[in-house]
Nanobody
Framework: VQLQASGGGLVRAGGSLTLSCVVS????????MGWYRQAPGKQREAVAL???????HYADSVNGRFTISRDVAKNTAYLQINSLKSEDTAVYYC??????WGQGTLVTVSS
């Protein structure tokens, strides 16, 4: 299984980004998909999860600003990030089926 994450970049505070994660398996929708992030010097943390029935879960720190979604036909999950803050600067990873990780995509927020 391969997960390809993309969409990171340098964004000004207050801006928006959409991250994508493509899964190389057609059974994409049969497992949960999560987004995690790891800021410099910090542990990796979960920020959003979408379950097989489409239920969304968010960390308190991002609730209301992050939106997770998926396109089953494209085997792709998305993370829409709005109102970016400097503390959102991190490498963002997708995780599928509870064990398969993408390579990470860097989001840098400038003030």
């Amino acid at each position: 299984v391969q997960l390809q994450a993309s969409g990171g970049g340098l964004v000004r505070a207050g801006g928006s980004l959409t991250l994508s994660c493509v899964v190389s398996r057609s059974i994409f929708s049969l497992y949960d998909m999560g987004w995690y992030r790891q800021a410099p010097g910090k542990q990796r943390e979960a920020v959003a999860l979408i379950t097989t029935d489409g239920t969304e879960h968010y960390a308190d720190s991002v609730n209301g600003r992050f939106t997770i979604s998926r396109d089953v036909a494209k085997n792709t999950a998305y993370l829409q990030i709005n109102s970016l803050k400097s503390e959102d600067t991190a490498v963002y990873y997708c995780k599928w089926a509870g064990k398969e990780w993408g390579q990470g995509t860097l989001v840098t927020v400038s003030s």
